[in-house]
């Protein structure tokens, strides 16, 4: 696999949105309108019971920003419209009426962590250690702190947002409440995924859009609060700071 996509597929009632990028799976932008819209569209499809969220390849679930992408941002407009990908994304996984299962398969940086926390229900392997590492690179993780911190609590997410060059393993995670269960090999990981989202199915529709709307109760400002907290983040990555460190990744 060597060109990103975007795919889904339907079987039984339950649609598996995959996303793939060959530099660890980042999401530049036009893989988060993709993602975005196929949410929102999986929302409003019938047929659809139940959504898994996935990323393609074997190693890293998500390598959150596209760093090739931050480092042609030039100006505030053109960063505060990469950022509300993101910011996209996590709504329209808030606002969609169905279940959505993540698969996270190894690690999860950044935004990636924010992906994953936005799922309804998270399953992952031993090998998905999460960072969020953007306070490395002189942003910090705004546009998906309130997803991480409605998983982790403000302590979790304080705590790997300050230490933002270490990895914490899949249990430390587990523990904190972003994952539901860690198993010890993909195979294993898939398998579980795929039983759970079958018994899903078999659920009564209303009662789960009903139920998710409860999840969700007191995001209702996120809509606002993402595009102000995309604002910080388009000024923050034109710092001198920022554009010191992120000609390293070059």
Not at 60 to 78: M, Q
Not at 177 to 191: I, K, M, N, R
Request: charge should be neutral.
């Amino acid at each position: 696999m060597t060109q990103p996509y975007v795919k889904q597929d339907v079987n039984k009632g339950i649609l598996t949105i995959e996303f793939f990028h060959p530099a660890h799976n980042s999401l530049p932008g036009d893989i988060l309108a993709q993602l975005a819209n196929a949410i929102q569209e999986a929302g409003e499809n019938n047929d659809v019971k139940v959504i898994i969220l996935k990323s393609g390849g074997a190693r890293t679930f998500c390598a959150g920003a596209s760093f090739k992408e931050l480092i042609n941002i030039k100006d505030s407009e053109s960063g505060r419209i990469f950022f509300s990908g993101f910011a996209n994304v996590i709504n329209a996984m808030r606002k969609c009426p169905k279940f959505i299962i993540g698969r996270i398969q190894g690690k999860t940086v950044g935004g990636g962590v924010g992906v994953a926390s936005a799922t309804d229900y998270c399953m992952a392997s031993k090998f998905a250690a999460i960072k969020l590492s953007e306070l490395n690179v002189g942003i910090g993780p705004f546009v998906v702190g309130p997803a991480v911190e409605r998983k982790l609590g403000l302590t979790g997410m304080s705590q790997i947002a300050i230490d933002a060059n270490s990895f914490y393993d899949a249990e430390w995670a587990r523990q904190k409440g972003l994952y539901a269960q860690v198993y010890d090999s993909t195979e294993e990981l898939d398998e579980a995924v795929q039983a759970f989202a079958e018994n899903l199915c078999n659920y009564n529709p209303e009662a789960m859009r009903e139920m998710k709307k409860v999840m969700w109760t007191g995001t209702e400002d996120w809509d606002t609060l993402l595009a102000e907290r995309a604002v910080i983040s388009g000024r923050l990555v034109l710092s001198d700071f920022t554009k010191e460190k992120l000609k390293g990744f070059k």
